[in-house]
């Protein structure tokens, strides 16, 4: 049964170190522009030029379980079941969502990629692990292995992504995802609040929900047995 990983905002398939080792035959990814690949208008196509052809397994990441969530209906038939791991319906506040990024966050992302974007990438990367009780050593070695220094985000990458956080609303289409699915979300995410993932998790039709206590918004970084042990045991009862 293959499994494909989909990164998040900024990142690329380098993020997985720790899955790469528990599950050597699976398939990272690289977004557009992401990691040394090209730009692409069409993200959710580019994805899945990527993926195997047989049926697949998908865990998307934060904006990689966004687009997950996308893929997984319009291509039923592909995707046999969806891991979603500390993501999202809407990463924006709305009118009717409160458990998202404020507009003048957002605004302040786009102005800091525009200006400063090796900066407000350093920063974001930071964020990700507000909240645990990581050593200066620990978050040293994370960030080694798990950022892609060769090849930095394009720029256009890097708004397309900020694009879609901004605009894009699943709510709608969380009934129409059929798949089974695993919902992991860190406790302590200080990037998109938990609230979100309880929502995903009661309104997929076939969701499971796993908290990660004490973990950020990478609990696959800095609690990587942990998470693969809950990844392993869903695959086990599909």
């Avoid at 990983?5 to 993020?15: E, N, P």
């Avoid at 069409?42 to 934060?62: E, N, R, T, Y």
Wanted: with cysteine; proline share 6%.
């Amino acid at each position: 049964m293959s499994l494909v990983f989909l990164h998040g905002w900024g990142q690329s398939q380098k993020i997985w170190y720790a899955q790469k080792k528990q599950y050597p035959d699976a398939c990272f990814l690289n977004l557009p522009g992401h990691g040394g690949r090209l730009d692409a208008d069409d993200c959710l196509q580019d994805v899945m030029q990527q993926c195997p052809k047989q049926p697949f397994i998908l865990i998307g990441w934060s904006l990689g379980g966004m687009l997950a969530m996308r893929l997984a209906v319009q291509y039923p038939e592909r995707i046999q079941a969806l891991v979603l791991a500390n993501t999202t319906p809407s990463f924006r506040q709305r009118d009717d969502w409160l458990h998202g990024c404020d507009a003048p966050t957002l605004t302040a992302f786009e102005q800091g990629i525009a200006k400063h974007e090796r900066k407000t990438m350093r920063r974001f990367f930071a964020l990700m692990f507000q909240g645990e009780h990581l050593s200066q050593e620990a978050y040293r070695n994370i960030t080694k292995q798990a950022i892609d220094k060769q090849h930095s985000p394009s720029s256009y990458a890097l708004k397309q992504g900020l694009n879609i956080l901004s605009r894009w609303d699943l709510r709608s289409i969380l009934p129409y995802i059929t798949q089974p699915t695993c919902v992991i979300h860190g406790q302590q995410d200080a990037v998109i609040p938990v609230q979100a993932g309880q929502y995903l998790a009661k309104h997929i039709p076939d969701a499971d929900y796993f908290p990660m206590d004490k973990a950020g918004h990478a609990p696959f970084l800095t609690h990587s047995q942990k998470s693969a042990n809950i990844v392993t045991r869903f695959i086990r009862i599909l």
